[in-house]
């Protein structure tokens, strides 16, 4: 198993308690620092958190004064401070990399250099290098994956679980590796904000435009109330009214026209022209439609179907005499061949006549017979029978083709005279709409209908003279408002608002627009912080084992033996917190609330260690604990001891203990038992001006313990 | 005299499999005067001494029987430094009450680390599951996340926003546009 090395010897100089330069071994996968309070510990990870952030967070709230430092020490002051450490970064699967990183200066400018066998890079780029190197691939900060889940302090040891809730749930999303939610989250929440302000830009310009369009409103009523005053409009107003009283009686006209603004009069003005037109056709198409309708007989429909009774009843009559006289030519074409063949009959017997009757003996005449057997055949009175009914039936078809012709002519004309009346009918009701379209467009007149079929030209001559005496004065009255002083500055203002006026339009049907998509972009913000919960905690279900498991290797306490983090979703906002669970009495609590200090800092290194174990690779390579174990008691020292054991496996670990009797514990369990292995102690021994006193001493591997001494196999 | 389950019930069968699948190295103490017979485990960070009683009177009794034998042969076999790594283990089935008189003797085995650190664990089944979490010291902690075995949150997202009333056509081309630009600008 190779060994889990990244800082392989730090060096401090100038830099809070470390006033000379002090050069610390830390080649090892373990090391443990035993000490004193008071003896340099924490000045060593404050170093160590230095050299990576260039900062120290738990101390920068407290530099009340601006020449307050409290990087460099206070002997060496105005400094610089310097950190440097050798480092292993791994490259790849297999590769590790030699870097040396140094930094210098003071707190509030100091100087990053990054030196590895390829490049040197100092400042942004060295810091930027420093962070893809630890945390390569991976969203979240340096800081962040230090402070969180690779730096304990024991100042600041509860942090984590004091943390708002909304910070947590970023930190779980990152070491869950669901970054790309957050930033879909906020990518969202940006379109959703840039969205809104789009509308609220735009809500703001159709207010000022709407102002703009009630002030010129304003503006032309003023000018518009200028005008009435001015004598000519007030002789044309009067002039108006005159006209309206005048012919109220045949235009029934309710309205004061008076009153309607010069736009108003202008469209009635328009529309009364365009009721004259209709008016005009009215009165040359409507008398004459009636006439032509009256020159209908009005029982047409009867006469029609009269008439097809007789062309039915007369092509029934030629069809019978048709066939009666198919009838007789068939008799007669029958009576013929009978009379031929009797004929030919007669023909061919008389020669064999012998000259007397062979019964009685009496002479025969041949001729006689002969002439008499012809006869016979031809039978003349059936003849003439057929002839004088074959004349009838032909007789009969021509009388009741005459009818049929007379019938079918008649039955043309009346049809005629529908198609006729039927396209009467249609120029009526188009007429008829036509002036009930003109005169809907024509407020306050309610004359009555004009077009029926007792028409009364006069009563429609009158409506039209009154609606030409109203325009007349229409017009004179306009004429008037434009000729005074007024009329140019209301013709501008007029364009000004219908300029504005269709700028409000197009406006509020953008702003429409805008209003639907900031809705939707809002939608998918909720809606992806929500869903991002949830995905967490689908995520988080893998995590929990290990939270549980190293919470129940501590297990500080009798009931609450499981550890979890709930995630939901908190004014608009992913947030998590850790609850204690007992799961015998299903009771769940927040352990800060009502864990004693010493359980509540259990629960905390329980969460800072599992996180960190639950990150793997995409945590810092690392694992620095100072003075973690105040405050526990011996069970849970112990158990401490045996997870750092398992610990090392995978991250570098720097563990510290003021207490000689835990260092001794972490000494004995942390002691290698592996080739290869290495574990080094740090004995801060004092302090003094210089600095602090440190020894170091690697414990002698225990490889031989490997293996089994006690549980030996039976032979 | 001690009840201990037989070697051959199924639940100290499962926590031999379990040690051994662990690397551990198995064997066996007899105890005095008919005692039964500790499991003895090792690898190379613990050394275990492992009793299991069918209840928690047994395991009571048991355990200074089992303690003194343990830190004896402990002793005899000479095991130097790992001396400190030697745990006496004792399970029973039998469930207690957390908030009783047996619970507060429990507790008082585990917090008893004269000669050799205790672990007392009572209500411990058969299963895998409530064995590792009794002998959860000595195992490894488990693997962190294999993200190569997890589906993709992005596809995950784009269900989980329908879900939320987006509608399919909406979800679907957002998460389409973020995939390509990281941003949400052109949807």
Known sequence: ?715 | MTRMLPQDSELVRTVSALLRAQGFSLSSLDLADDGGRLLLAENELFVLGLGVTATLDDLLALHPIAASALIEVVHDRAVGAKQWDVYLVLLTPEEIPEDGEAFQRLAAINYDTSGVRRIARAGVGADVDSIETAMRTFLPLPQSLDETQLPDPLDQLEDEIALQGVSGEDSARAIRVFRLTRSLQDV
């Open chain 1, 1 to 715: 198993m190779s060994e889990n090395i990244f800082f392989r010897q730090v060096a401090i100089e100038g830099f809070r308690g470390f006033r000379d330069r002090v050069e610390v071994e830390t080649d090892a996968s373990a090391i443990v620092i035993t000490g004193a309070n008071g003896t340099g510990k924490t000045s060593f990870f404050d170093a160590i958190q230095w050299l990576l952030l260039g900062d120290l967070e738990r101390l920068s709230s407290m530099a009340r004064r601006p020449r307050d430092d409290y990087i460099v020490n206070q002997y060496r002051l105005p400094g610089p401070a310097v950190v440097e450490a050798e480092l292993l970064v791994k490259q790849g699967a297999e590769g590790e990399m030699p870097i040396t990183l140094r930094r210098s200066g003071r707190q509030k400018s100091n100087l990053l250099e990054w030196v590895d066998r390829s490049e040197r890079l100092l400042g942004p780029e060295a810091e930027r290098r420093l962070q893809e190197a630890l945390l390569p691939g991976n969203s979240i900060s340096l800081p962040t994956a230090l402070l969180k889940s690779a730096l304990l302090q024991q100042d600041v040891m509860r942090d984590v679980l004091e943390a708002k809730e909304s910070e947590r749930f970023q930190h779980l999303n990152a070491l869950l590796g669901l970054e790309v939610l957050s930033a879909f989250e906020q990518a969202a929440k940006s379109l959703a904000k840039e969205r809104g302000e789009a509308t609220a830009q735009t809500g703001a310009q159709l207010e000022a435009l709407r102002a703009e369009q009630e002030g010129t409103e304003s503006r032309l009523a003023a000018v518009r109330l200028r005008q009435q005053q001015l004598p000519a409009v007030d002789v044309a107003r009067s002039r108006l009214a005159e006209t309206a009283i005048r012919v109220r009686a045949a235009l029934g006209i309710t309205d004061d026209l008076r009153s309607l603004s010069p736009e108003s009069l202008a469209s009635f003005r328009q529309a009364i022209a365009v009721e004259l037109v209709v008016l005009d056709e009215v009165q040359s198409r409507w008398p004459s439609v009636l006439r032509e309708l009256g020159e209908i007989p009005p029982s047409s429909e009867d006469s029609l179907r009269e008439v097809s009774r007789q062309i039915e009843a007369a092509e029934e009559a030629i069809d019978e005499q048709t066939q009666i006289l198919a009838e007789v030519t068939r008799e007669q074409n029958a009576l013929r061949r009978m009379a031929d063949q009797v004929s030919r009959l007669a023909a061919d017997a008389v020669p064999l006549l012998s000259d007397r009757c062979p019964v009685c003996g009496q002479a025969i005449d041949r001729e006689t017979i002969e002439r008499r057997l012809i006869a016979g055949a031809e039978a003349p009175a059936e003849f003439t029978h057929l002839a004088e009914r074959e004349e009838a039936a032909r007789a009969e078809i021509d009388r009741a083709r005459t009818a049929l012709e007379t019938a079918q002519s008649t039955a043309s004309t009346i049809r005629r005279w529908l198609a006729r009346r039927r396209e009467l009918e249609v120029e009526m009701t188009r007429l008829r709409d036509r002036l009930a379209a003109a005169t809907s467009a024509l407020p306050g007149i309610t004359f009555p209908n004009l077009l029926d079929v007792n028409y009364d030209e006069e009563r429609t001559q009158s409506v039209t003279v009154g609606l030409k005496s109203i325009a007349d004065s229409i017009d004179f009255y306009l004429a008037a408002l434009r000729s005074t002083d007024e009329g140019a500055l209301e013709r501008q203002l007029l364009s000004e608002l219908e300029s504005v006026s269709e700028r409000v339009a197009e406006v509020a049907a953008r702003l429409e627009l805008l209003e639907s998509t900031e809705r939707r972009a809002a939608q998918l913000a909720a809606a992806s912080g929500e869903a991002a919960v949830r995905i967490v905690q689908k995520r988080f279900t893998a995590l929990r084992p290990l939270i549980r498991d190293v919470y129940a290797r501590l297990d500080p306490h009798p009931s609450f033996k499981v550890l979890d983090l709930h995630s939901d979703f908190y004014r608009l906002k992913g947030a998590t917190r850790p609850v204690v669970r007992d799961e015998e009495e299903d009771v769940e609590a927040d352990p800060m609330l009502i864990f004693a200090s010493s359980q509540a800092n259990i629960v905390a290194l329980s969460y800072f260690l599992a996180l960190g174990w639950a990150s793997g690779d995409r945590n810092l390579p690392f694992v620095l604990m100072d003075d973690p174990l105040q405050s526990m008691d011996d069970v849970n020292v112990l158990g401490l001891a045996d997870l750092c054991r398992f610990a090392r496996r995978q991250r570098q670990l720097i563990i510290s203990t003021h207490e000689a009797r835990f260092a001794a514990l972490l000494e004995r369990k942390l002691a290698s038992r592996q080739p290869g292995q290495r574990t080094i102690v740090l004995r801060f021994l004092g302090w003094d001006r210089r600095g602090p006193a440190i020894v170091t001493e690697e414990i002698p591997s225990q490889v031989e313990l490997s293996e089994p001494r006690v549980a030996l196999p039976a032979n």
